[in-house]
């Protein structure tokens, strides 16, 4: 996921928590339960959970839990949200939808690369095998699934030119979900927030 869309994302981010507000169940070091959400509304809850090296963030959204340091605070703040280097920490997630997800626009690129490596006798040829492809687009691009997209590739064969898609494993064909993309946002905003409140008021919920 390109920084344009992290920040798009975080905008939508922005939008779905605006009128939320923050809990703190609990908070003696690294060992904290804080809670997000709108008065009177489940919509885009999300609870933040540390205790020494882990973070797990869970709620509407799905969960996700990170290990690194022993204060993960300190691991997650900052003004970026790290997408990549993060997910390398992830230790668990939700069983409904991990961090990665099958994208039809890589998908289609990944496509439209291999078809410019392909070599024809004339420009008429090349041509008419794209319009091949076009024709079927639907057809091949109505995978849901990695391993059911590579399959679809390698299995279609151009009727005009009898060229085919080889070695399509090597194309990366997922990116980032919605829900990682979102749940990193909100882990960097929750700790903001957090890290707002007067040490006094810290100290006395320990």
């Not at 151009?158 to 980032?176: A, G, K």
Request: charged fraction near 25%; aromatic fraction near 16%.
């Amino acid at each position: 996921m390109t920084l344009d869309n992290e920040d798009a994302m975080k905008a939508t981010f922005l939008k779905n928590i605006t009128n939320h507000q923050m809990t703190v169940h609990h908070a003696d070091g690294v060992f904290r339960h804080l809670s997000f959400r709108q008065s009177g509304s489940f919509t885009y809850h999300f609870n933040i959970t540390t205790w020494p090296g882990y973070l797990c963030i869970s709620g509407d959204m799905g969960s996700f839990v990170f290990a690194r340091l022993r204060d993960m605070f300190e691991f997650f703040r900052g003004e970026r949200i790290n997408s990549g280097y993060w997910a390398e920490k992830l230790t668990a997630h939700d069983r409904h939808g991990g961090h990665r997800t099958f994208s039809h626009d890589l998908y289609k690129a990944a496509l439209e690369h291999d078809f410019a490596q392909w070599t024809f006798g004339s420009d008429e040829d090349r041509a008419r095998s794209w319009e091949a492809i076009a024709d079927e687009w639907t057809g091949i691009l109505g995978a849901s699934t990695t391993n059911e997209a590579v399959r679809q590739a390698l299995d279609w064969k151009c009727h005009i030119s009898d060229q085919e898609f080889v070695d399509f494993w090597d194309h990366e064909l997922e990116e980032y979900s919605y829900q990682f993309i979102w749940s990193c946002h909100a882990i960097q905003w929750a700790i903001a927030r957090f890290d707002e409140l007067p040490t006094k008021i810290v100290e006395n919920m320990a």
